[in-house]
């Protein structure tokens, strides 16, 4: 764990990891179903037919939201802790977002095809920002780099901010529609991407001062 977190940086890490939270301890719950072999039912069935990609998923997700979350702490930039952190969180986060596009093309998910389709298109952006992301640092172009990186965690770490969107409407009226579920979904990335390009600019801001 990096040295030296000031407030602000243990603020920062504490807040992401507590929005991934929710996600973590659901996976977590899952695994320890597949692990006990049950109870089964029509919900979960697919999971116990094909566990693999569910598993992997769920690893990488948590190592990616859990470890990244310190990488957001200026502080961890020191010393080596940023590079060896990152050598972990870019290959889970790249495993999420594989498995996860895995799972919606091979499992029967009870998903709207917009849900569907949105679970395709930001898990393929977050694949694409984590490779542009390194290719940046590989160019020693770190500006470019933590803005990628940044972005890819934001999409990561959107189940954390769906629990935040789609419970609201829950507790009102009850479980949402399906169409209703979908852009409520799409708007726990949304949002994780407008707070990631309003802190990108933000830095940029900050570095020209």
């Known amino acids: 764990m990096p040295q030296g977190i000031t407030r602000q940086g243990r603020a920062a890490v504490a807040g992401l ?8 301890i659901a996976g977590a719950f899952r695994l320890t179903e597949l692990g006990t072999g049950g109870p089964i039912s029509a919900q979960n069935a697919r999971f ?3 566990p693999l990609p569910l598993v992997l998923h769920i690893v990488g997700a948590t190592v990616f939201c859990v470890l990244g979350a310190f990488q ?3 502080q961890s930039r020191r010393g080596g802790w940023h590079r060896v952190a990152g050598r972990w969180v870019v ?12 799972m919606t093309l091979s499992y029967q998910i009870p ?10 298109v930001f898990g393929s952006a977050m694949a694409l920002c984590l490779i542009l992301g390194v290719a940046a640092i590989r160019r020693r172009d770190i500006t470019q780099h933590r803005a990628w990186m940044t972005r890819g965690y934001a999409i990561g770490l959107g189940a954390g901010t769906q629990v935040l969107t789609l419970l609201p409407l829950s507790f009102a009226e009850g479980p949402p529609d399906e169409l209703s579920r979908a852009l409520l979904a799409i ?22 001062r």
Not at 17 to 24: E, K, R, T
Not at 91 to 102: D, E, I, K, M, R
């Open 48 to 50: 116990f037919n094909e």
């Open 72 to 74: 957001f702490a200026p």
């Open 187 to 208: 708007a726990g990335w949304v949002i994780n991407l407008a707070v990631a390009e309003w802190l990108i600019r933000k830095s940029l801001v900050k570095e020209m």
């Open 111 to 120: 998903d709207s095809v917009v849900l569907a389709g949105a679970r395709l």
């Open 17 to 24: 990891i507590a929005l991934s939270a929710v996600p973590v």
């Open 91 to 102: 290959p889970c986060g790249l495993v999420t977002a594989l498995s996860g596009l895995w």
